[in-house]
């Protein structure tokens, strides 16, 4: 990213005066490279300290247009990186409008630090008007269901215990956003002698939840037992190492795998032992006839395994299940993204990582298993011939492989992909082609999202790519300014068919079940007459814009443009209307 220029060069730090200062010196020792904002006079004073005591320097202000782009940057962050960035949020009215994005967040497990800010508490102190319409008792209650930990501490030396315990929180599995709201008080104050910032290295993160020797040993007893052992393969690491512990311990069981789009890639999907196609929120055909053929399953941080196991058997007999899973700090009862109960014959709680270590490192000592009719074979799902449409002639599957095409080698990392892309073109073969959903799906969070990804990925030699439907777009296009202000290279491309098509299925059902007429689905869900004008919005940002594509023609050659123009270190938009056809096919 490149750096802001200070119109007055911090050459040395200043003296450690006030209590912002002590803030952010804390700030800079835990290694935390970026804060992500919208400014606001309520963190006047930590601004200050930011960028005159640290010299705008880990952290690093990333500026954005509305709070809520400022949570998906740190969320998009977190996917690439696996780490949290921190957060910067004006008092209550910024809180309330990150709030969907915290949520997106919470529900994606992604690691972050909100910072919030008040108002003075002391009413006394309170500047006329403006202080006491951003100061509100108890301001984390707006919050506080959908983030792992909140405080309000009442002074400096409390905000640095604070913000260190909220920094280690955080970053132990399972994780979720924290949310610490300092008194503008606090930070303006001058600072006494007897504060001291504490040193992080004398405060370790936890170690993770991992199965014990026993458990390890019954779970392979059941594995070896098993004739057609199932892997599913949830919420998992995003390092190298462990999507390679991953692939050798499936390889070593013969077991096979299974994957979901709602989730960052964590096995290849073109692996022999992955032969289904990955789902999207829904089993695919083959997925849902693997999951029926297999007689144990392993569910590794899998989001919904109850949804799965009652679409594959009903109230029907079902094989053995081991669920392993550690959310148990998160559950609370306001948010039902726990799910239904599990009928198991095994819970663990463990990280799906720690549970593949443990396994790994005792699966060499068990007998090889052959099982010469597992994996299944499965007929090709692609359709040989290309089916023919009415109205625009551009498929998503036509998308799909124009971008694989214009990519011509590079290393591309999916940020997010619409809900209408097939799991045939989830051709993901490492941990940062594809970063999944946004966790609860809020429209709007993808721009963000693909911002903060590029952030993480950017110098690393790998391409961002946003594929993001029309709606998600529109509601939050205004956060690729900041990748356009920081130079961010970053691909977006819109595809665009002109609705709230994922909604217009739901008013077909409901119309179908009550007699009455399909052809109003279309009320009050077009982006039509007029057309929103999507390049012109993305030039008005500062980007480089190509669109509506509507020739299949035109596809590939705009693509292998925008890509030049990426890897040149570019932030580009391509627009490109696509027929709804197969929408939500698995």
């Known amino acids: 990213m490149k750096p802001e220029l200070i119109n007055v060069p911090i050459t040395e730090r200043p003296p450690m005066e006030w209590g912002s200062d002590a803030i952010a010196e804390l700030l800079s020792r835990l290694d935390l490279p970026y804060i992500a904002m919208v400014p606001g006079s309520s963190y006047r004073g930590l601004h200050d300290s930011l960028v005159n005591y640290l010299g705008n320097s880990g952290p690093q202000l990333v500026v954005c247009l509305h709070e809520e782009h400022s949570v998906a940057v740190a969320q998009g962050y977190a996917k690439v990186t696996g780490r949290p960035m921190l957060v910067g949020l004006h008092s209550n009215v910024g809180l309330m409008h990150a709030a969907m994005a915290i949520y997106n967040a919470y529900c994606d497990r992604a690691p972050m630090v909100l910072i919030g800010a008040t108002g003075p508490l002391d009413a006394a102190k309170r500047r006329p008007w403006i202080d006491w319409v951003h100061t509100s008792a108890d301001q984390a209650a707006i919050v506080r269901h959908y983030v792992k930990w909140d405080d309000q501490p009442g002074s400096v030396q409390a905000a640095l215990e604070s913000l260190l315990r909220g920094h280690l929180l955080t970053r132990t599995e399972p994780s979720a956003p924290v949310y610490i709201c300092l008194d503008s008080e606090i930070q303006e104050c001058e600072l006494d002698a007897s504060v001291k910032v504490p040193e992080p290295g004398r405060y370790p993160l936890a170690t993770d939840p991992a199965p014990d020797a026993d458990t390890v040993e019954e779970i392979l007893a059941m594995l070896a037992a098993a004739e057609r052992p199932l892997i599913l393969l949830g919420r998992a690491g995003r390092t190298e190492e462990e ?148 109205g625009d002639p551009i498929l998503m599957s036509d998308l799909a492989a124009a971008i694989r095409e214009a990519a011509s080698g590079r290393k591309i990392t999916y940020t997010t992909l619409p809900l209408g892309w097939s799991g045939e073109d989830a051709l993901f073969a490492g941990p940062l082609d594809y970063l999944g959903r946004d966790g609860g799906g809020g429209v709007g969070s993808g721009p963000g999202i693909a911002v903060g990804a590029a952030l993480a990925l950017d110098g690393t030699g790998r391409v961002p790519v946003a594929v993001l439907g029309d ?83 035109e596809l590939q050659p705009a693509l292998g443009k925008a890509f030049d123009e990426v890897s040149a270190g570019g932030t580009v938009v391509v627009d490109v209307r696509v027929n709804p056809y197969g929408y939500g096919r698995a």
């Open 243 to 390: 999507w390679d512990r991953r692939v050798a311990l499936v390889e070593a069981l013969n077991a096979c795998c299974l994957t979901d789009m709602r989730m960052p890639a964590a096995f290849p999907v073109e692996h022999p032992r992955h032969p289904a196609t990955p789902g999207a929120g829904r089993l695919s055909k083959t997925g849902l006839e693997l999951v029926r053929q297999s007689d144990l399953i392993l569910s590794l941080n899998w989001t919904e395994l109850s949804g799965t196991l009652t679409a594959a058997f009903g109230d029907g007999p079902r094989p053995r299940v081991v669920n392993c899973k550690n959310l148990g700090a998160l559950l609370n009862g306001w948010t039902k993204d726990h799910f239904a109960l599990v009928s198991s014959d095994l819970e663990v709680t463990a990280g799906a990582d720690q549970m593949v270590a443990a396994l790994l490192a005792r699966v060499g000592e068990m007998a090889p298993v052959e099982r010469p009719d597992w994996p299944p074979a499965f007929p090709a799902t692609r359709p040989d011939v290309r089916p023919q449409v009415e």
């Open 471 to 553: 709606g998600d777009y529109l509601m939050g296009s205004s956060a690729l300014w900041t990748a356009a202000h920081y130079r961010l290279p970053l691909l977006v491309i819109v595809a665009n068919n002109r609705s709230y098509f994922n909604d217009e299925g739901h008013q077909q059902q409901v119309a179908q079940r009550r007699s009455r007429p399909v052809e109003n689905r279309t009320v009050g869900q077009h982006l039509r007459d007029p057309d929103p004008d999507l390049a012109t919005i993305a030039r008005g940002h500062g980007l480089s814009a190509y669109g509506p594509i509507l020739d299949p023609s």
